[in-house]
Structures are given as structure tokens and as C-alpha cells.
């Protein structure tokens, strides 16, 4: 990949579209809709290669929907469901809005006046039932902001049923990349034993995403669980994944700039950083990188170009030593990288280019002084 500009994200389209085609496949053979969360990626070729596969888009803000409506909504349904939704948001997109889902009941509330009678209203619950083991990122943690805990929503309803008119449906997203659908599975038996009146009054239930789609064959306790809602209770069931669908399908490619010793193993420090990979921070985990064996020889250090300590991405094994100059490249970086991506320490956003069927490359966007200094699609504040 010698004609690159490092650091470069790159969206290998044919992973997408298969990737896209494994999606359309499950949610047709589940017999549920297929939305996409563009909050994973929303860069432009993305969101038109998805849009030719999905049933719609479930957004979480003015802004992508404002994307998603001008660039590849099609005759697609838009969704937002957020932990604060704007009445101003409402007032923009009035019809062309066809389901909300409210975080709670004092945002329905709140906000149900502003709704249009065409959009279909949704709540969303907390199931209460953990995967995750660190609270930071579970959404069933104690004391949760996400979504009406399932055992106060029982308790409502035994106290009035009437509580749930002018609700269609239920939308619960509780896990996190997670690849066993049996969770997913206890999650909705778990609901069914705590509101099966409310399933049986509404007419939909949207399954959010985090979960990783891998075959088919691997999907029986997702199928389970859409029969479940579908056949059970005659439910329309949605899903809005967003890393299953563009996870795989992005690389961020960087240059070794330099390499020196350090106490036990060498150091590469690269021209990107964590800035272009934050969840690798946020996170603490080791991204996969192109090339790297357990048992390799030539041993590194890999580590970005910032004054920050911990941007590093961990230790890495070669087959073949690294030099100034070599690339090194980040696998599986196609969700919530460049959506999180942002220029700390002044260093450029990476460039971004898309590479097709014929494996070439085409560089469709690079960073500029102008956009730094102009606070361009970047989280940098200037100093007061
Ligand atoms: C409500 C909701 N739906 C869908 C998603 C997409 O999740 P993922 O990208 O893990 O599939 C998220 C991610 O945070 C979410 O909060």
C-alpha cells in the first residue's frame, strides 16, 4: 500500500458489502428489519454502500439525521433514539421522523405535544439483566440514565395500564460487541417474565445493537429470540447494529517514524495515535495489527506520536523486523474510530480512503491546517 498518506483510514468496500449481505441475510431469515446505527461510522461512502442493504437508520441526533435523510435514507424509515432528545429536533424533521424511542418518561412527557402524529412513539427499558462486567459501559449498570428499568415499567403497569397509551413500542439495547446470542436470548425471556402485558399492547420492539454478527449458522439464539417477539406477541422486531456492520470493513494504515530501545523491547512510534483510535484508550485493549505472530522475533513497543504516556496500542511481534519507514496497519478499526477520531497534540485527523473491488485505493478526504485551525470536525478548543 505504497501510494498511501499516512496515517490513512481505509474502508475496504467489498468487506462492507459482505459484510452487509450477512446482515440482510439474518434479518430476512429472522423475518425482522434492519436498521443501521450510523453513530459506528458515518462517513459518507459508508452510509450509501449501507443504505442499499437496510430498512432504515436509527440515528441519535439532529446531525445524523440530517446526513442520513440527505445522503442515503432512500425510502428507508429514520429512527432516533437518544438519551435527550431536542424539541427543536422534533419541530425540524416533523413526518419525515417515523419512530422515536424517549430514554424516559419524563422526556415523553415532556415532549409528546411536539411529536408528529404520523411517528410512531417508542419507550426505551432497561432490562436489568448485565453482560458487561465494567459498569462504565453496561448499560443495565445501577443507577442506569438508560432507559426505564424493566421492574419500575411492571410496576406501572400494574398500577395503571393506561400508563402505556400513545406508546407503539419498546426499544432496549443492553450489550456491547458481544458475539453470543444466548444473552440476547435471556435478555428477552427476562423481559417477556416482567412485562407481557406491555408486549402484548404494543406493536414493536427494537432490539439495539452490540451485538457481532459472524454466520448464520451462529445466529440460532438471535432467531430464537425474534420468533420469540414476532411469533409470541405479533410483534414488528427491529435491529439497529452498528459495529457489526462496518467494524470489519476499516483499517487505519500508519508509517513507523521512528525506533529506539527501551528497557525490554523496542519502540515504534508511529504517525498516528490514539486520537485516531480512542476507543483503544477508552477501552484498554490491544487493537489487532496486520502481521503480528505470538512468537515473532523482532519484538515492539507500538506507540503513537503524542506527549500523551499511555498512547500506546500495546506489544507486537514480526516475523520481519521494523524499520523507519515500514507500514503498520490496524485491523478491524472501522467502527467508532472515525466518528471518535480528533486532533489532541495538533496532529491530523488521518486521511480517509476507500478501496474497491480492484483493490485500488482512492484517497476521498485529507486533513488540513484549516480544519485544525478552524476547530473543523475536531474536538480541539483553543485556550482561553
Ligand atoms: C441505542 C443504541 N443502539 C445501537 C447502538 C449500536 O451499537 P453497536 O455499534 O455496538 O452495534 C448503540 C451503541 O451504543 C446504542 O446505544
Same mark, same amino acid.
Given at each position: 500500500?505504497?501510494?498511501l498518506d499516512?496515517?490513512a483510514y481505509v474502508i475496504?468496500e467489498?468487506?462492507?458489502?459482505?459484510? !452487509? $449481505? @450477512?446482515?440482510?441475510?439474518?434479518?430476512?431469515?429472522? #423475518?425482522?428489519?434492519? *436498521?443501521? %446505527? +450510523?453513530?459506528?461510522?458515518?462517513l459518507a461512502p459508508v452510509l450509501s454502500t449501507?443504505?442499499?442493504?437496510?430498512?432504515?437508520?436509527?440515528?441519535?441526533?439532529?446531525?445524523? !439525521? $440530517? @446526513?442520513?435523510?440527505?445522503?442515503?435514507?432512500?425510502? #428507508?424509515?429514520?429512527? *432516533?433514539? %437518544? +438519551?435527550?432528545?431536542?424539541?427543536?429536533?422534533?419541530?425540524?424533521?416533523?413526518?419525515?421522523?417515523?419512530?422515536?424511542?424517549?430514554?424516559?418518561?419524563?422526556?415523553?412527557?415532556?415532549?409528546?405535544?411536539?411529536?408528529?402524529?404520523?411517528?410512531?412513539?417508542?419507550?426505551?427499558?432497561?432490562?436489568?439483566?448485565?453482560?458487561?462486567?465494567?459498569?462504565?459501559?453496561?448499560?443495565?449498570?445501577?443507577?442506569?440514565?438508560?432507559?426505564?428499568?424493566?421492574?419500575?415499567?411492571?410496576?406501572?403497569?400494574?398500577?395503571?395500564?393506561?400508563?402505556?397509551?400513545?406508546?407503539?413500542?419498546?426499544?432496549?439495547?443492553?450489550?456491547?460487541?458481544?458475539?453470543?446470542?444466548?444473552?440476547?436470548?435471556?435478555?428477552?425471556?427476562?423481559?417477556?417474565?416482567?412485562?407481557?402485558?406491555?408486549?402484548?399492547?404494543?406493536?414493536?420492539?427494537?432490539?439495539?445493537?452490540?451485538?457481532?454478527?459472524?454466520?448464520?449458522?451462529?445466529?440460532?439464539?438471535?432467531?430464537?429470540?425474534?420468533?420469540?417477539?414476532?411469533?409470541?406477541?405479533?410483534?414488528?422486531?427491529?435491529?439497529?447494529?452498528?459495529?457489526?456492520?462496518?467494524?470489519?470493513?476499516?483499517?487505519?494504515?500508519?508509517?513507523?517514524?521512528?525506533?529506539?530501545?527501551?528497557?525490554?523491547?523496542?519502540?515504534?512510534?508511529?504517525?498516528?495515535?490514539?486520537?485516531?483510535?480512542?476507543?483503544?484508550?477508552?477501552?484498554?485493549?490491544?487493537?489487532?495489527?496486520?502481521?503480528?505472530?505470538?512468537?515473532?522475533?523482532?519484538?515492539?513497543?507500538?506507540?503513537?506520536?503524542?506527549?500523551?504516556?499511555?498512547?500506546?496500542?500495546?506489544?507486537?511481534?514480526?516475523?520481519?523486523?521494523?524499520?523507519?519507514?515500514?507500514?503498520?496497519?490496524?485491523?478491524?478499526?472501522?467502527?467508532?474510530?472515525a466518528?471518535?477520531?480528533?486532533?489532541?497534540?495538533?496532529?491530523?485527523?488521518p486521511a480517509i480512503y476507500t478501496q474497491g473491488?480492484?483493490?485500488r485505493l482512492d484517497q476521498i478526504w485529507a486533513d488540513?491546517?484549516?480544519?485544525?485551525?478552524?476547530?473543523?470536525?475536531?474536538?480541539?478548543?483553543?485556550?482561553?
Amino acid at each position: 500500500m505504497e501510494e498511501l498518506d499516512t496515517p490513512a483510514y481505509v474502508i475496504n468496500e467489498k468487506i462492507l458489502e459482505r459484510d !452487509m $449481505r @450477512l446482515l440482510r441475510q439474518i434479518a430476512d431469515q429472522a #423475518g425482522c428489519k434492519l *436498521l443501521y %446505527s +450510523p453513530k459506528a461510522s458515518s462517513l459518507a461512502p459508508v452510509l450509501s454502500t449501507i443504505g442499499g442493504y437496510v430498512d432504515g437508520f436509527a440515528c441519535s441526533s439532529l446531525y445524523e !439525521m $440530517r @446526513l442520513v435523510d440527505e445522503l442515503c435514507r432512500g425510502d #428507508g424509515s429514520l429512527h *432516533l433514539v %437518544s +438519551p435527550l432528545i431536542d424539541g427543536s429536533t422534533l419541530d425540524e424533521f416533523g413526518d419525515r421522523l417515523n419512530y422515536v424511542t424517549f430514554n424516559s418518561l419524563s422526556q415523553w412527557q415532556n415532549l409528546q405535544a411536539k411529536v408528529s402524529a404520523s411517528t410512531s412513539v417508542g419507550l426505551r427499558i432497561n432490562p436489568e439483566l448485565s453482560f458487561i462486567h465494567d459498569p462504565r459501559y453496561d448499560p443495565c449498570r445501577e443507577n442506569s440514565k438508560l432507559g426505564v428499568p424493566v421492574s419500575r415499567f411492571a410496576d406501572l403497569m400494574a398500577e395503571n395500564p393506561a400508563f402505556l397509551n400513545g406508546i407503539d413500542g419498546l426499544h432496549f439495547h443492553s450489550n456491547c460487541e458481544s458475539i453470543d446470542f444466548a444473552s440476547l436470548l435471556a435478555t428477552a425471556r427476562h423481559i417477556q417474565d416482567f412485562i407481557p402485558e406491555a408486549l402484548e399492547a404494543v406493536s414493536w420492539i427494537n432490539l439495539g445493537g452490540g451485538y457481532i454478527f459472524q454466520s448464520v449458522e451462529e445466529s440460532a439464539a438471535f432467531f430464537e429470540t425474534v420468533a420469540l417477539f414476532c411469533d409470541g406477541f405479533g410483534l414488528q422486531v427491529f435491529i439497529e447494529p452498528g459495529a457489526a456492520a462496518v467494524r470489519r470493513c476499516g483499517s487505519i494504515v500508519a508509517t513507523v517514524r521512528d525506533v529506539f530501545e527501551g528497557e525490554d523491547c523496542q519502540i515504534a512510534i508511529l504517525d498516528t495515535s490514539v486520537n485516531h483510535m480512542p476507543e483503544v484508550l477508552e477501552f484498554q485493549f490491544e487493537p489487532d495489527v496486520l502481521g503480528h505472530v505470538d512468537d515473532g522475533v523482532h519484538a515492539y513497543v507500538l506507540a503513537g506520536c503524542t506527549c500523551l504516556a499511555g498512547d500506546m496500542f500495546g506489544q507486537y511481534a514480526f516475523d520481519t523486523p521494523l524499520t523507519i519507514g515500514s507500514q503498520v496497519t490496524f485491523m478491524n478499526m472501522g467502527a467508532y474510530s472515525a466518528s471518535k477520531a480528533h486532533r489532541f497534540n495538533g496532529v491530523a485527523l488521518p486521511a480517509i480512503y476507500t478501496q474497491g473491488d480492484t483493490g485500488r485505493l482512492d484517497q476521498i478526504w485529507a486533513d488540513k491546517f484549516d480544519n485544525f485551525a478552524n476547530n473543523v470536525g475536531s474536538s480541539t478548543v483553543a485556550p482561553a
